[in-house]
């Protein structure tokens, strides 16, 4: 504001046709007459300065360089094997949030940023951040391994342990990975391929509905984030490598129809010829009896006498196939009277489930004679009892 012999007060706005740019080093960062910056190469330091006719303006703004970015790797899995939750390169399930801002705890904001059309996420002052998907939720049943790329962009002083959640809502269990990360691999992108089957404490896939990303110990300050998504491995095995998890339910509160943890029902007959197609064997894994059904098209289960379930609250099965697209259990009572629960397959390890009885309604549940599996390819069960609440 200027004060004119007039005594009228004149207002000048600034624009930078009044200033002469400067950049200290070019190579780096450029600077045009409107005082536009363009960065042009790295690592390295450039000093912008202004002046008006010969005087030094005030201020300066210092570039620095960290190079050309690096983009995380374009993934090249078929789309068809892929049930992506962040990437350019698919369809992205819907996604409530990326950050949910989760107080009064987090701490952790988002600065997520586009280089060349590829979005990334971005988290600062980061201790925990979660991302939510649950409407739907994702059926990762078929999944095995879930895949994301990761930027550490500060130099590391030691190693760091970045936890991974993933939440079923549907059963409301949650399973974690650990991974560590050393101070050679910040500063560049980690592809990670989870196995499913490594969340420890996940027993259900149906209903994925969040990912958290923890810091384990508190030595990641900040992370990009890239390439999100489960995806199928075609090279999944053919049969279960570990056995099937071990019941805890007590004894007394069982009817075991098989398993190796609690005493069958006397005289049941775990292949009566119903005129089926299924080649039934009770295999060995790691030491433990596993019932097989080869080229399943049905298959019945005898119990050695009726059985009163009615005290009963849930059907437990252990499941594991690589190769089935339809399986149902059904419960049968004299009639008969007989209906099915559909399971999910195929599976990514183990697959523990407990129906509740009611879901076999009209059955008889005073007088339960026999099980029965309807589906295809090849199906190996454990731990198939009845128990209480």
Not at 55 to 73: K, M
């Amino acid at each position: 504001m200027f004060n004119l012999p007039s005594g009228i007060n004149q207002a000048v706005n600034i624009s930078p046709a009044y200033f002469e740019f400067t950049s200290s080093n070019p190579s780096i960062a450029t600077v045009d007459e409107s005082g536009k910056v363009l960065v042009n190469g790295g690592p390295g330091v450039a000093l912008i300065t202004a002046k008006v006719g010969d005087a030094e303006v005030n201020g300066s703004l210092t570039i620095r360089s960290q190079g050309v970015f690096q983009l995380a790797p374009v993934p090249t899995r078929p789309a068809e094997n892929v049930i992506s939750v962040f990437s350019n390169a698919y369809t992205n399930v819907p996604v409530n949030y990326y950050n949910g801002y989760w107080e009064p705890y987090q701490t952790t904001l988002s600065a997520d940023f586009e280089v060349d059309g590829d979005q990334i996420l971005h988290y600062t002052n980061f201790n925990f951040v979660g991302i939510e998907f649950s409407s739907p939720t994702i059926n990762a049943s078929a999944m095995t391994h879930l895949h994301t790329d990761i930027f550490i962009p500060n130099a590391l002083t030691g190693n760091a342990q970045l936890r991974f959640e993933l939440v079923d809502l549907g059963t409301t269990v949650s399973g974690t990975f650990t991974t560590t990360i050393t101070p050679g691999q910040s500063q560049q992108w980690i592809s990670l391929d989870i196995p499913l089957s490594g969340f420890a404490g996940l027993s259900a896939r149906n209903n994925l509905g969040q990912l958290i990303f923890v810091d384990g110990n508190e030595n990641i300050s900040n992370f990009y984030a890239d390439n999100i998504y489960f995806y199928k491995d075609g090279s999944q095995p053919s049969s279960p490598a570990t056995a099937a998890p071990v019941p805890t339910h007590p004894a007394g509160n069982v009817i075991s129809v098989f398993s190796d943890s609690y005493t069958a029902i006397p005289g049941t007959d775990l292949n009566p010829f119903w005129g089926q197609a299924t080649v039934v064997t009770t295999v060995q894994i790691q030491g433990n009896n596993t019932l097989k059904f080869a080229g399943l098209n049905y298959q019945g289960i005898q119990f050695g006498a009726s059985q009163n379930v009615s005290s009963m609250g849930f059907l437990h099965l252990d499941f594991w196939t690589a190769n089935s697209s339809a399986l149902s259990v059904f419960l049968i009572s004299p009639g008969p009277v007989e209906t099915p629960y559909t399971l999910t397959v195929p599976t990514s390890g183990w697959s523990s489930i407990d129906i509740p009885l009611s879901s076999f309604a009209p059955v008889d549940l005073n007088d339960v004679i026999q099980l029965k599996f309807e589906g295809n390819g090849d199906i190996y069960l454990d731990n198939i009892y009845f128990r209480k609440n």
